[in-house]
């Protein structure tokens, strides 16, 4: 594609040397993306769940959805494979400044994420605060402490400091979390 | 709700007494309903994949997607965790009573399962002839090695017969491919 010299050159300023604008969802696929193709883990995000109300069959190929709803998600957004471990997260976004509030997250994702860690999987929860471009990685298991240890409906920012982990912006893979998996789960290997 | 009683009736013994006409998403669905309460194993259907290319907000909960296309599934349908292992499977129905086309699946699914296996995940296909109503569990390592050796662009009944396992209808679990998995994976226990 052709671009005016300027718009091409901005573009790409922006693409490599600033994330902001890039929501934490397009930065999880990209990670996601480069981590099937240099075989480190298996993991895909799943599709939004729809009810479908109305199709139009016009041919089997062009069938064409002309009513549908978006349903509440029974389970967490992201899950996979890594190093032979079942693997599942839920991935949330906050203009907040100070704290995530609880209500982001349905309490069957929690129930969820509990039920991962008790079959012997890896679950957790990646939060980015937008407007800090701050992103953290705060396991299931603290998840469920705070939640269970306090009646206030929002996690502090202070909490994913201190028992969360910082995931720092890079160029390849975009969003580096296994290697939080890694520390918590394999000891830093 | 009321139904006439001879209608509620016949409801009735075919659900109790007779499996055609279920469809094997459907059978699924409530098997993997019964393990997740009975606490066996998390696996869930995934979402149908689409590309929503328009959508009506009236209100944040009324939204109305009002133009959406199908699109091609990267991975398989069903992913989950049991005994502590990630496990990955595809489910397809047939008319046919001879063969399964593989046609019925896409490479990329098959690409994904060989993929599973490589990670120390289970990957395996779940085949039912209706016509027939015979439900097969066939591990991803035999679904591979007949891909790999055979030019032909189905795979026999027979080959189902010998290199897979049979999976009878029952009460609950609907279709107990656990059972399965339990023979190939855990040594039968």
Same mark, same amino acid.
């Given at each position: +594609?052709?671009?005016?010299?300027?718009?091409?050159? &901005?573009?790409?300023? +922006?693409?490599?040397?600033?994330?902001r604008? +890039? $929501?934490?969802?397009?930065?999880? !696929?990209?990670? *996601?993306?480069?981590? /099937?193709?240099?075989? /480190?883990?298996?993991?895909?995000?799943?599709? %939004?769940?729809? &009810?479908?109300?109305?199709?139009?069959?016009?041919?089997?190929?062009?069938?064409?959805?002309?009513?549908?709803?978006?349903k %509440?998600?029974?389970?967490? #957004?992201? *899950?996979?494979?890594?190093?032979?471990?079942?693997? #599942?997260?839920?991935?949330?976004?906050?203009?907040?400044? &100070?704290?995530?509030?609880?209500? !982001?997250?349905? $309490?069957?994702?929690?129930?969820?994420?509990?039920?991962?860690?008790?079959?012997?999987?890896?679950g957790?929860?990646?939060? /980015?605060?937008? &407007?800090?471009?701050?992103?953290?990685?705060? #396991?299931?298991?603290?998840?469920?402490?705070?939640?269970?240890? !306090?009646?206030?409906?929002?996690?502090?920012?202070?909490?994913?400091?201190?028992?969360?982990?910082r995931?720092?912006? *890079?160029? !390849?893979?975009?969003? #580096?979390?296994?290697?939080?998996?890694?520390?918590?789960?394999?000891?830093?290997?």
């Open positions: +594609m052709n671009y005016p010299a300027g718009v091409k050159k &901005t573009k790409c300023n +922006m693409v490599q040397y600033s994330n604008g +890039m $929501s934490l969802e397009h930065d999880l !696929n990209e990670t *996601n993306e480069f981590y /099937r193709i240099s075989n /480190r883990a298996i993991i895909y995000k799943k599709p %939004t769940p729809i &009810t479908i109300v109305k199709v139009d069959y016009k041919s089997r190929i062009d069938a064409v959805i002309k009513e549908a709803y978006f %509440t998600p029974s389970t967490t #957004d992201y *899950n996979g494979i890594y190093k032979e471990k079942y693997l #599942d997260f839920e991935a949330k976004e906050t203009k907040n400044k &100070t704290f995530f509030p609880l209500a !982001n997250i349905h $309490s069957h994702q929690i129930e969820h994420l509990k039920k991962i860690r008790e079959h012997g999987g890896i957790f929860l990646i939060v /980015r605060f937008s &407007t800090l471009n701050l992103t953290y990685f705060l #396991d299931s298991s603290k998840l469920v402490e705070f939640i269970e240890t !306090n009646t206030r409906k929002s996690i502090p920012l202070q909490y994913f400091e201190d028992y969360g982990y995931i720092f912006d *890079n160029y !390849n893979p975009r969003l #580096d979390y296994l290697a939080v998996v890694d520390i918590i789960y394999f000891g830093g290997k």
